[in-house]
């Protein structure tokens, strides 16, 4: 079992900046942050695998940042140029296997979720 906690959620305007923790009790072979807005199914955000590789879903890409810190069990997401739509309670997750995916079902490990809005 892996624990999860995630912070620094918050409410901004549009083009602001946040920055994501997630603090693990451990860490596996892929992490991630992972999405989802009121009515709407979860989305993947970013995944990075324990070789450091990272990859974004296209709505983020060269917006967002993703880093892990494998000493300290901490996995980051840098969030920049913020848009309205990117509203949604953020959450990290981590799978044990480096055949990971955007897709939840991939997942075995949630945190708990934080609140990102974004005003216009």
């Known amino acids: 079992q892996v624990k999860l906690v995630e912070s620094g959620g918050g409410s901004v305007e549009s083009g602001g900046s946040l920055n994501l923790s997630c603090a693990a009790s451990?860490?596996?072979?892929?992490m991630g942050w992972f999405r989802q807005a009121p009515g709407k199914e979860r989305e993947g955000v970013a995944l990075?695998?324990?070789?450091?590789?990272?990859s974004y879903s296209d709505s983020v890409k060269g917006r967002f940042a993703l880093s892990r810190d494998s000493a300290k069990y901490t996995l980051n997401l840098q969030l920049n140029s913020l848009r309205p739509e990117d509203t949604a309670t953020y959450y990290c997750?981590?799978?044990?296997?480096?055949?990971?995916?955007?897709?939840?079902?991939?997942?075995?490990?949630w945190g708990q979720g934080t609140q990102v809005t974004v005003s216009s």
């Open positions: 990075i695998l324990y070789d450091g590789t990272t």
């Open positions: 997750a981590a799978s044990p296997s480096y055949d990971c995916s955007t897709d939840r079902k991939s997942m075995s490990y």
């Open positions: 451990a860490m596996r072979s892929c």
